[in-house]
């Protein structure tokens, strides 16, 4: 059993840090020493900061993706394309989408995907938000951007018989060579799914 080195309140702040994904104890250790000597500089404001987010932070009505307001500030922004929704696992996907910027369409998080062996099914998903979407509005095109994964692919394959019988396009990203990306350094599973999914030059 290792032996306490710090107070009750700094034990349990290093407990509370490594629980955050990307840092295992060592680093929480360190995060923690590093927001106590800078107190004034990081911890008060810090403190300050999650307050106002336990308080102020929902998740969106309409799409799921997390805010401030409700609906969100990608739902109500009056320049995004309506006719357009991007359809992905998390709010960390949505944030990866939007930084790289490239289209300005609506997006829908379904906040995990089809896992029968982990128990979630399509009632754990917000799959019913998103048909609702499509029905109620003026939407073209579907774009399931889920992750290339055995449930992902699950979860893509259910959403497209879900929204079969409506006249909307359905497409999803592209698999395959990433861009920078060397031959001889991919696996197996992503070339066969590049050699699949070629495209004419």
Known sequence: MSK???????????QLLAKVPGLGPRSA????????????QLLGPLTLAMGDALQKVRVCSTCGNIDTADP????????RDTATIIVVEDVSDLWALE?????NAQFHVLGGTLSPL????????????????????SVNEVIIA?????????TAHYLTDQLADMSVKITRLAHGVPVGGELDYL????????????TAF
């Open 99 to 103: 930084r790289a910027g490239a289209m």
């Open 118 to 137: 982990d128990g979630v099914g399509p009632d754990d998903l917000n799959i019913a938000g998103l048909v609702t979407r499509v029905v109620d509005g």
């Open 146 to 154: 889920v992750n290339a994964t055995v449930e992902g692919q699950t």
């Open 72 to 79: 969100c500030t990608i739902c109500t922004d009056p320049r």
């Open 29 to 40: 250790r360190r995060a923690a020493l590093h927001l106590i000597k800078k107190k004034d």
């Open 187 to 198: 696996d197996e599973g992503t070339l066969t799914a590049a050699l699949r999914s070629r």
């Open 4 to 14: 306490r080195i710090a107070g009750p309140e700094i034990e349990k702040l290093i």
